[in-house]
């Protein structure tokens, strides 16, 4: 199974107040485990960064006026996702702002399924902090290095905060342990922009439990 983590970077919250895209991020997973492939650029939205975004991101004006647009890099973008699942966390908020970019070059929406890592974490931490800081304490991530939200430390952040949540185990990883029930790790999820979210195949589950032994307990948990 190929998969996309995906991230973006805006001007402001709201695609109905006019905000555009400034970044980018994208990180491919083969069976769950990060590949050499990835896509990631700055964009130049046309129009100011709001004070608000700027907290957040830090990209200024002057800075992604000298980026390319993102007409300029539509297909080549496409051309990466294309055919993937993608893994968003907050969906919905990256899906808007991105086919509203592909709306003003009269482009379709994107078609990909997609996965909420948002709503995943949600249905199984009901009542507990969801963001991907508050995602990354609970997994013993470290996330030092995202003094601010950049696209590609965000996509980086999230396919591990990811693997975590499909391996149904918290706080802490238990390597040892039987999965209970490994067919219902991934739980289908509705959101308005999915048609379904996709369970992984037993192969995928197998090599999943052997990157996390081999992988992350020597980086994240030692």
Same mark, same amino acid.
């Given at each position: 199974m190929i998969e996309v983590v995906l991230d973006t970077e805006t001007t402001g919250l709201k695609v109905s107040e006019g905000h555009r895209i400034v970044e980018i991020?994208?990180? +491919? &997973?083969?069976?769950?485990?990060?590949?050499?492939?990835?896509? /990631?650029? *700055?964009?130049?939205? !046309?129009r100011k960064v709001s004070e608000d975004a700027f907290k957040v991101h830090g990209y200024s004006d002057t800075f992604l006026s000298n980026q390319k647009k993102f007409k300029e890099i539509a297909d080549e973008f496409l051309n990466f996702i294309y055919g993937k699942r993608l893994v968003i966390h907050n969906a919905e908020f990256d899906l808007s702002h991105l086919n509203n970019e592909?709306? $003003?070059l009269g482009k379709k929406?994107?078609? +990909? %399924?997609?996965?909420?890592? $948002?709503?995943?974490?949600? #249905?199984?931490?009901?009542?507990?902090?969801?963001?991907? #800081? @508050? $995602?990354?304490?609970?997994?013993?991530?470290?996330?030092?290095?995202? +003094?601010? /939200? =950049? @696209?590609?430390? #965000?996509? !980086?952040?999230?396919?591990?905060? *990811?693997?975590? $949540? &499909?391996?149904?185990? +918290?706080?802490s990883l238990n390597l040892s342990a039987e999965k209970e029930d490994e067919?219902?790790?991934? %739980?289908?999820?509705?959101?308005? *922009?999915? =048609?379904?979210?996709?369970?992984p195949s037993e192969n995928e589950l197998k090599l999943h439990k052997d990157f996390l032994k081999k992988e992350i307990k020597k980086h994240h948990f030692n």
């Open positions: 991020g994208c990180i +491919e &997973l083969k069976d769950l485990i990060p590949t050499q492939n990835r896509f /990631h650029c *700055y964009l130049n939205p !046309e592909l709306a $003003l929406k994107i078609q +990909e %399924k997609v996965v909420d890592t $948002l709503q995943l974490a949600r #249905d199984k931490f009901p009542g507990s902090g969801t963001s991907l #800081d @508050a $995602l990354c304490k609970r997994f013993s991530i470290d996330n030092s290095r995202r +003094e601010k /939200h =950049n @696209a590609v430390i #965000d996509c !980086e952040l999230l396919s591990k905060v *990811y693997i975590n $949540l &499909l391996d149904q185990r +918290e706080p067919n219902e790790i991934v %739980k289908s999820i509705s959101v308005k *922009y999915f =048609n379904k979210i996709i369970k």
